[in-house]
């Protein structure tokens, strides 16, 4: 291992060289270990398959602990090929080995998962009296959770045969028409002429420009993006409506009646619940505005432009080295808690971050993990910016949370998405308060307050709008085939609701929708990170209030993993998601960060 001195002299800018180190799962893309583990849990499935199928029913609660056991191993076996698979296409997307290796991976999870796809019907099928029987059996304790969670879809669910038709299916549906996107907008450059001189970028180099000071370069940066991805509109936009039909045909043969209720059930949550939060965020959309006048003050303009969002406000913005962001992240982290630091060094130390700027790889930042038994792997592009740094930190949160949770069953393992951004963001703000509690200088203060207060429009304002777009999408796509414009129209009614006059949307953002995959690969995702992040705003706010003694009870909660429902894991720390002021708190944080750089742009005037 290297010392701290060799690698603060040859981790630059661009975090060169910090490489996630996957030899841990497979030796290569041909690693013959690979289609050893397919073929092993393609045989210990058909033993399962042998030993339970038609049986379940007749099971004891002990019984059945050590058959959920057993589908817990197996579904690790089965799920390491693709794990790796998939983080190896994330890494480098056109590298055709790995692209390879995500087809046969799924295919052969595919195959797999439908020798067993019985065992959670059976499961399902079993009548609520006998469920309660085997719940009392104490080796069926860890798997209360599970079992009550999955028996929430038996209205929606199908017979056997027609289950296993639908995975079949999937992979030349849904799962080719995603993978076609993703290979695409993976092959996108984007010739951007920078300071005079043409340049082909990635998406990450493109998207960084947007937080760079020349006003024109931000502008004429985004536009080359999105007009790049408006060539490949008929593409696209067949992806798009492809994947808003599949939904509804499915939707349609499960009798679900709303197009959300499915996610709402995967995330544990009350569909009243949401939308008591999504109303809750529109009602603040005049909050996002104040403060998109405010930075437009602050840039000196009249009228924000969207490509001036994330304008530094400083006119140099201080660049960090790879090696001094890890640095500052720690000691943040360890002066909130001394186990968030250590967890976070093994990331750093164990090579579990892959952080170098590449062209072809995956765009965004992402912690991926497999099961409670392997540690998580981060990726992000690391461009020495400030924005960069909270990323990482922010991803560093997830990796602690995943670290936590290691102590669960793998079915307990994952927590539910709305509470996935509880240690994330949270690490985001210790981050921030640490670098506002260390600066003295006014314009570095302000600059991390907008830094803190982008970040919150971009979860909690934005990821609202994109939800309501992905509905309307969905409810038009109803009645019939949408256009590219069809699409673009309900994107910009959206986002105008959002900015009101307080930002001028530039004309290429009619096709803001084309690159965000969330539509394409997790659906109604976005609606979770509003809801994840202002919960955290709240519960950083009892942190603020009560202090260290906070502190193991939020540890507690991280720990849970998804053992709980969301309501029943907050209930415990005291915090009941039902009430209408639950939310009101969130908003009350993030009125707080505004008045504070209020009053820091006052005393500078
Ligand atoms: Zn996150």
């Known amino acids: 291992m290297k010392s701290e001195d060799e690698i603060m002299q040859t981790v630059g800018l661009k975090a060169e060289g910090v490489q996630w180190n996957l030899g841990e799962l497979y030796a290569g893309p041909d690693d013959p270990r690979i289609e050893a583990d397919l073929a092993e849990a393609r045989q210990q499935a058909d033993a399962f398959a042998q030993q339970y199928r038609g049986k379940i029913a007749t099971l004891d609660g002990p019984g059945l602990a050590r058959a959920l056991g057993e589908y817990e191993r197996l579904s690790e076996l089965e799920g390491r090929p693709s794990f790796y698979a998939n983080l190896l296409f994330a890494a480098d997307t056109q590298n055709q080995k790995a ?70 299916k999937t992979l030349t549906g849904r799962s080719a028409f995603e993978q076609l996107y993703e290979e695409l907008t993976g092959s996108l450059r984007f010739r951007v002429s920078v300071d005079g001189q043409e340049q082909e970028l990635s998406d990450g180099e493109v998207m960084a420009l947007l937080r760079q000071p020349n006003r024109e370069l931000r502008k004429h940066a985004f536009t080359v993006f999105l007009e790049t991805h408006a060539r490949q509109s008929l593409v696209i936009t067949s992806v798009f ?109 164990k090579r579990w971050i892959d952080a170098e700027v590449r062209a072809g790889k995956r765009g965004g930042a992402f912690c991926a993990a497999l099961t409670p038994t392997h540690h998580p792997y981060i990726l992000s592009s690391y461009n020495g910016t400030s924005r960069d740094v909270s990323t990482l930190a922010h991803e560093l949160g997830h990796g602690i949370h995943y670290s936590l949770a290691r102590k669960q069953n793998l079915m307990n393992y994952d927590a539910p998405l709305v509470l996935a951004e509880t240690a994330s963001v949270f690490a985001e703000i210790v981050l921030t308060r640490h670098l506002l509690a260390e600066t003295k200088n006014p314009a570095a203060r302000r600059a991390l307050l907008c830094d803190l207060l982008e970040e919150i429009y971009g979860t909690v304002f934005r990821q609202t709008a994109l939800t309501r777009f992905e509905m309307a999408g969905h409810r038009q796509r109803r009645s019939g085939q ?89 209930a415990q720390i005291g915090i009941d998601i039902n009430q209408p002021e639950f939310w009101d708190r969130g908003f009350r944080v993030i009125q707080g960060f505004l008045t504070d750089l209020q009053g820091e742009v006052a005393s500078s005037q």
Not at 272 to 284: F, G, N, P, S, W
Not at 521 to 545: I, K, N, V, W
Request: glycine share 4%; net charge negative; aromatic share 12%.
């Open 99 to 168: 692209q390879q290796l995500v087809h046969r991976t799924r295919e052969a999870a595919t195959e797999t998962s439908n020798l067993v796809v019985f065992f959670s019907l059976d499961l399902i099928a079993l009548d609520d009296d006998r469920v309660s029987v085997l719940l009392a059996a104490p080796e069926m304790a860890d798997y209360r959770h599970y079992l009550e969670t999955i028996r929430r879809f038996k209205p929606y669910t199908l017979s056997e045969k027609e289950e296993q038709l639908i995975n079949q």
């Open 241 to 349: 409506n492809t994947m808003f039909l599949d939904h509804k045909v499915e939707c349609e043969m499960r009798h679900y009646d709303d197009v959300v209720l499915p996610t709402h059930l995967a995330n544990e949550i009350a569909p009243q619940t949401v939308d008591a939060m999504m109303q809750a965020v529109e009602r603040h959309y005049p909050l996002a505005q104040e403060y998109f006048r405010l930075k437009a003050r602050l840039l000196g303009l009249d009228t924000l432009k969207n490509t001036d969002i994330y304008a530094p406000i400083a006119a140099e913005a201080e660049q960090l080295t790879f090696a001094q962001a890890q640095s500052l992240i720690l000691t943040a982290f360890g002066r909130f808690n001394g186990q968030f630091a250590a967890l976070a060094t093994d990331f750093f130390q």
């Open 482 to 570: 949408l256009s590219a414009d069809d699409i673009g129209a309900l994107w910009l009614q959206e986002q105008q609701k959002l900015f009101g006059d307080s930002v001028e949307m530039i004309p290429a953002y009619r096709w803001g929708w084309t690159y965000i995959s969330h539509f394409i690969h997790s659906r109604f995702y976005c609606y979770s990170s509003s809801f994840g992040e202002l919960l955290t705003l709240a519960l950083f706010q009892r942190y603020l209030d009560e202090g260290e003694t906070f502190v193991p009870s939020y540890m507690r909660l991280l720990e849970s993993g998804g053992s709980q429902r969301p309501e029943h894991a907050l």
